[in-house]
């Protein structure tokens, strides 16, 4: 804000000094002019009285000439060299001196163009300052209260709300900032009540187990102490072993059941949207982005239709598709086809470069697996299990071929 305002007032003082530059020049152009004219006029009135006399000159031809008055030798000579009031000129013409009086025709045309020139000059200056002014009121201030939401934001921050803002530069802007800290804070919220309800029953299955696994302890140190004489005894203590070991696998699979059981909680809202939109908007996403990297990249012709769906899941699908892409290729292309097979139409992005072996590619939709060719890459192995869970959810699928090298992963997504 402080740097605006230092803006602020260096274009005020450009403007001051524009409008006394205009009124400088003017004056001393309107000077030069008025100068021209009354000289021009009495050099013409000097040559003509030198070749036919006084007589034979009409003052009412000359706009600048007001009296033209030759001294004689009765005349007041100080009357003659001081004159009255007006402006004159003395000049000797054939051994006679001759006063021209005159006046400035053009003053009052000058005045009126200096005061239009003064007029259409402030006014602009006017405009300017009510554009920065606004500026300052619709752009720098509503910037300035938002500038460190992204930041209190990244440091977890989630509580404080925006303040509605009407503005059409940032209205939309802020409420696009309060949904993603809203959704944040919801996710976080989630997350949160997932961990706790995972220890609550990770903490109440341990407790549970314990009773079995004593009854083990109990019946496998009395066995080792030979307290039972029967053979049909025996049989009936391993029998409650068995038991007592079925009950600790059945606590084992709850808990890898809450482990595995959709711990990531993915919405999908299914509707309707057009290919072309979703198309466009992957394009808008990655045309420049791919080109900066050098990646040739294309998207084949294909025919508009309605597709069933959360489009803004199968756009995170895509995205997935081609980050991953991006980084497990080779970087010299990547392309999307679009075909047609029944209802659904199949979206493939392949990329040159694929160094997966066959073998790997039925694993590579599985949670937290990462493939052979990670070559150093960061990742969780998420990305493409995430993507079968949103195209299972949007009643689609997704799968994956090596094809000559090429990497291909199909969504294969529903029409309507």
Known sequence: MKSFNRLFAKIIILL??????????????????????YRVEINRLQKEI????????DIDKFSCITKITMMKKDMDQKLFFEGDLSDY???NINGVYYRFDYQIQLYNEHRNIRLVVNISTVVMAFVVLILLVY????L????????????ELSK???????????????????WGLDLLREHLEEEKGKE???????????LSISHDIKT???????????????LYDSEEKRIEIAEKIGKSADEIEDFVSQIIKASSEDFLKLEVNNSEFYLKELMQKINSYYSEKLSFMNIDYKIEKYGNCLIKGDINRAIEVLQNIIENAIKYGDGRYIRIMISREEDCRLITVANSGCSLSENELPFIFESFWRGSNVKGNSGNGLGLYICRQLMMKMDGDIYAENVNSEMRITAVMRMI
Do not use: D
């Open 16 to 37: 001051t000094v524009i409008i006394i530059g205009i009124n400088v020049y003017l004056s001393s152009m309107f000077h030069n002019e008025s100068g021209r004219g």
């Open 212 to 226: 079995p696994l004593s009854a083990i302890k109990l019946y496998s140190k009395a066995l080792i102490r030979n």
């Open 156 to 174: 977890g921050n989630l509580t404080a709300g925006l303040k509605e803002n009407k503005s059409h530069f940032f209205g939309r802007f802020v």
């Open 50 to 57: 030198e070749i036919n006399g006084i007589e034979s000159i």
């Open 135 to 138: 500026m300052r009121a619709k």
């Open 192 to 202: 949160l009540t997932l961990q706790k309800e995972k220890k609550t029953l990770v």
């Open 89 to 91: 000129v003395i000049k």
């Open 140 to 151: 720098i201030k509503p910037f300035q209260r938002i500038k460190e939401v992204p930041f």
